[in-house]
């Protein structure tokens, strides 16, 4: 099976930088995925990760180490529309390859 | 393009009644899925189809049916619904299993 664990609730500051951090286990691996999802609205894509080491997007980054079973996306110079829930999804090599997704980390700037 | 698309946007039924919550998309992608969302359990899979014709269970399935006539069509029906389905309902499709997933705006079902 596959578990994948994530903070529930993360706050930080406006300007700031904060980290999300992601652990799983899965059967196998094929790739791992974060997305950014509005109260209200549907998730949208951030990043792709299937090799390890540091993907850059302009203020975001998704960091994936595939030994440790661990990823994290972080977030730069933070603004006040970045307060979303932020999901980590990860492809195993079972079945047609649909990722799981964990349980969203809720993020919260405030002045 | 206009996308995934999902009708209806909200829903409100009684326990026992039977509904068909509807997803198309334009883009001539080949792999669909249904998700739902309750609080505090993120997106779990109900039911995925990786082309027209082929469909198969994900982690939520019971109370659940789909079918994949086209590719741009995979609807979801509930059959005889339970409070238990209250939830948000996505849809999304992707080319590949190999690219990201892009998702319906979401129906909002509640069930009485």
């Known amino acids: 099976g596959q578990n994948i664990d994530q903070p529930t609730e993360m706050t930080a500051t406006e300007g700031a930088i904060v980290q999300i951090n992601c652990t799983y286990q899965?059967?196998?691996?094929?790739?791992l995925f974060w997305y950014q999802q509005h109260a209200g609205e549907a998730p949208t894509f951030l990043s792709y990760?299937?090799?390890?080491g540091l993907e850059e997007k302009g203020r975001f980054s998704s960091f994936l180490s595939r030994s440790k079973g661990y990823s994290y996306l972080l977030l730069k110079e933070l603004q006040m529309k970045d307060s979303a829930s932020y999901l980590c999804?990860?492809?195993?090599?079972?079945?047609?390859?649909?990722?799981?997704f964990g349980r969203g980390t809720s993020l919260i700037v405030h002045p | 393009n206009a996308g995934v698309t999902q009708t209806p946007k909200f829903q409100v039924l009684k326990t026992g009644q039977s509904m068909t919550l509807q997803c198309a998309q334009d883009m001539n992608h080949e792999y669909m899925s249904w998700y739902r969302q309750d609080p505090g359990m993120g997106l779990r899979l109900i039911h995925y189809s990786v082309g027209a014709g082929i469909t198969d269970q994900g982690e939520v399935p019971n109370g659940y049916n789909v079918s994949r006539s086209t590719t741009e069509d995979f609807p979801l029906r509930l059959l005889s619904a339970a409070p238990s389905q209250t939830s948000v309902y996505f849809c999304?499709?992707?080319?590949?299993?190999?690219?990201?997933?892009?998702f319906g705006p979401g129906t909002r079902l509640l069930v009485l």
């Open positions: 999804a990860v492809r195993g090599r079972r079945g047609s390859y649909i990722p799981t």
């Open positions: 899965t059967s196998g691996f094929n790739g």
């Open positions: 999304a499709s992707s080319p590949t299993t190999q690219e990201t997933q892009y």
């Open positions: 990760n299937v090799l390890d």
